[in-house]
């Protein structure tokens, strides 16, 4: 079969020009994004490593800049975790496995899913308006931290649950098989094999959530959290602030110092998110090594 060189030479020459300019775009918007998150972290530390020191932790929120601090705010968020975590995480896995390993393949689990995964990408503002309406109002929760976590595990969950799924799936099959033939039953090879060979890929999700619920303000202002406390919570049932809704007020007073200590605020929640997340990391690398 003849083969025309020159005009094969010539659609390379078009597809490696293409593949030239769509490598130069993209790493275009790698540069660009870089750019923004450099600048803004330097406008964020220029602002607030001033501000930063040890009485800015110990020191109640205050009218004053200078008296102001994130004590209240950052135990509040420290109780909030202790809420979202555990209940996303119990709910989300639970839902994963029953869909993947129990729930019957058809057009009802399918539709399930698919409104599952819809969820993820629902405005957090709407759940705010959930957890108002169920935990706050119908439940009689108040302005608790109980009823601001369960709003932020609802907003989560999707989330969870559709990497788990993937996680779950991606078990690979001979895994079970050895598992069945050495005569355990379902459960037993879900808890001792699907489980432990899904946690990284459980927990990639999982930190990416519970990061994004660490920052969220929309809801925790839908639900009526307090942007000014003076006291530390003693329990789940008390009303507590967070770090986003600190900063939050923060952001929204008139004196100019206030940017300030928002921004002192901003990288005390970073080095917050960075603490949990490396924590999450070694555990998913340590069972990544196992299988």
Not at 50 to 77: H, I, M, T, Y
Not at 116 to 126: C, D, F, H, Q, W
Not at 254 to 268: E, K, L, M
């Amino acid at each position: 079969m003849y083969v025309d060189r020159e005009q094969v030479q010539q659609r390379m020459h078009g597809r490696l020009l293409k593949n030239s300019i769509l490598r130069f775009i993209f790493f275009c918007a790698t540069i660009f994004g870089l750019a923004v998150l450099g600048m803004l972290l330097y406008r964020v530390l220029t602002q607030g490593l001033g501000w930063l020191d040890a009485g800015f932790l110990q020191n109640f929120a205050s009218r004053r800049p200078e008296d102001a601090g994130v004590k209240a705010a950052l135990v509040g968020s420290l109780w909030l975790m202790a809420v979202i975590a555990p209940v996303s995480l119990i709910l989300g896995v639970g839902t994963a496995l029953y869909l993947e390993e129990y729930a019957k393949k058809n057009k009802f689990n399918d539709f399930i899913k698919l409104n599952i995964s819809n969820l993820a990408g629902v405005p957090s503002i709407v759940f705010g308006l959930l957890g108002l309406t169920i935990f706050v109002r119908e439940l009689s929760l108040g302005r608790s931290i109980l009823a601001a976590g369960l709003t932020m595990s609802l907003l989560i969950l999707p989330v969870i649950v559709v990497a788990a799924q993937e996680a779950i799936r991606s078990v690979p099959t001979h895994l079970r098989e050895a598992s069945f033939g050495m005569g355990a039953t379902k459960w037993q090879t879900i808890y001792r094999v699907v489980l432990p060979a899904a946690i990284p890929g459980i927990l990639t999700g999982s930190i990416l959530a519970l990061s994004r619920a660490v920052g969220e303000t929309a809801p925790l202002v839908v639900v009526g959290l307090p942007t000014f406390i003076a006291f530390l919570p003693a329990g789940v049932l008390d009303t507590a602030t967070a770090l986003p809704m600190q900063i939050y007020n923060w952001t929204s007073r008139p004196q100019a110092d206030f940017q300030s200590v928002a921004a002192a605020g901003i990288i005390v929640l970073l080095v917050f998110l960075i603490v949990m997340n490396s924590i999450a990391v070694f555990i998913r690398n340590k069972f990544q090594k196992r299988y």
